[in-house]
């Protein structure tokens, strides 16, 4: 895997003239062409690098009173190398349903149903099993699953499937399906239904595996697939500083661990003074080979820019997503007229209403306004509350 290092423009409350005058030294280039650079909203410093070298020349910028940001240049996740024609949707997919909901038995129950193609009923296990082998390119094999799980969520959904189908069979219902309809260890019809058609799907992702010859004695992978993608002796202990990205994100982070699970590890990073964020991070998205020297993604800096133009506001707003990854809509100043402020006092409010509360969104400081931590449902949540001031 290789990386990049992308200069986004000066340290605030840097100075000018010292930054520049670091960042010729640094770079060999005129104090002309380093003030250039500066100017920029984002310029590539360095491609194609390892991480321990990515991670030199970012502190190497930093020092120079610039933002410096390590992306890595190719999102594996996101690869389709070996994947059928037909199947290219489905990685997508797949990152879609973990996206979109929280507790990883409900992922996994979704994922299992987009393995059957949706289908239910007494064609399941034949759907699912020619399903199965067209994934694989024809023959159904574990290494051609793994083109679109990791090894450690593949067994972690065997694992769920194993206990699920269990359960199923004696009567009983699991806390984690029951979604809010019904009340206490009552189960809603709801509930009860999606609940009896991921067990049955479930039912039949064991059958054909083993059948197939490709689970363990268990019901689990065999021994011979590497678990924590072969980063399990690199995990010291809790509080150890590491290297990450997060799922379909370039960027590199750095935070702590706060604890290790089956589908990944539970990793901490500042958000802002005072907030912690905490994410579940794939192992695969663990970076282990950058040394002990490294430094956080400036939280200040600005990673992607998205103006909003066709407004009657006396400036083009500017969705912008920063290095802590937050998305922050800048108005380019206060809003003016009294109308204005109403509109924008009430805006972070219509932002949660709209989006039935899954997006947080608070004032900052006068202009700024807080929209959630992903770029495009800030940009659809923004289009629809800014409608009113769209000029016609």
């Known amino acids: 895997m290789s990386f990049s290092v992308t200069m986004r423009g000066r340290r605030s409350g840097a100075d000018l003239l010292e930054t520049v005058a670091r960042l010729a030294k640094l770079t060999g280039r005129s104090a002309a062409e380093a003030e250039r650079f500066l100017a920029m909203p984002e310029v590539a410093v360095k491609r194609g690098v390892d991480l321990r070298t990515a991670n030199r020349y970012q502190a190497a910028l ?16 996101n690869s389709l190398e070996g994947i059928p024609e037909g199947f290219r949707h489905l990685p997508a997919r797949l990152r879609e349903a973990d996206r979109e909901h929280r507790y990883t038995d409900r992922i996994h129950a979704v994922i ?15 759907a699912m099993e020619q399903n199965l082998k067209a994934m694989c390119g024809g023959q159904l094999s574990i290494e051609g699953l793994l083109r679109y799980f990791s090894a450690d969520r593949l067994d972690t959904i065997l694992k769920d499937a194993l ?96 604890g290790c699970h089956a589908i990944g590890v539970e990793v901490s990073r500042p958000l802002r003074d005072g907030l912690q964020c905490t994410a579940m991070i794939p192992y695969a998205n663990l970076l282990m080979d950058g040394g002990d020297a490294f430094r956080p993604l400036p939280r200040e800096a600005v990673l992607e820019r998205r103006p909003l133009p066709g407004y009657a506001l006396p400036q083009v707003p500017e969705l912008k997503l920063k290095g802590n990854l937050e998305v922050e809509l ?40 807080l929209v959630g931590r992903n770029l495009d449902q800030a940009a659809l949540a923004v289009a629809q509350v800014l409608e009113p001031l769209r000029r016609r």
């Open 62 to 77: 930093e020092d120079c009173g610039t933002y410096a940001t390590i992306e890595r240049e190719s999102i594996p996740e």
């Open 330 to 369: 800048d108005l380019q100043g206060p809003p003016a007229t009294q109308e204005h402020q109403a509109f924008f006092a009430a805006f972070p409010a219509k932002v949660r209403e709209l989006s039935g509360g899954w997006i947080d969104s608070e004032h900052l400081a006068p202009g700024l306004i």
């Open 112 to 126: 299992v149903g987009l393995l059957a193609d949706g289908v239910d009923g007494p064609g399941l296990r034949f």
């Open 163 to 258: 206990h699920t189908v269990d359960v199923y069979r004696r009567g009983g219902y699991r806390h984690v399906i029951n979604y809010g309809y019904g009340n206490g260890n009552q189960i809603s019809a709801a509930d009860s239904a999606f609940f009896s058609q991921a067990a049955r799907r479930y039912d039949a992702l064991l059958a054909i595996l083993s059948d197939h010859g490709l689970l363990s004695p268990e019901g689990r992978l065999p021994a011979s697939f590497v678990l924590r993608d072969g980063k399990g002796d690199l995990l010291r202990s809790q509080g150890q500083r590491v290297q990450f990205c997060h799922l379909d994100s370039p960027y590199v982070h750095t935070g702590v661990i706060e």
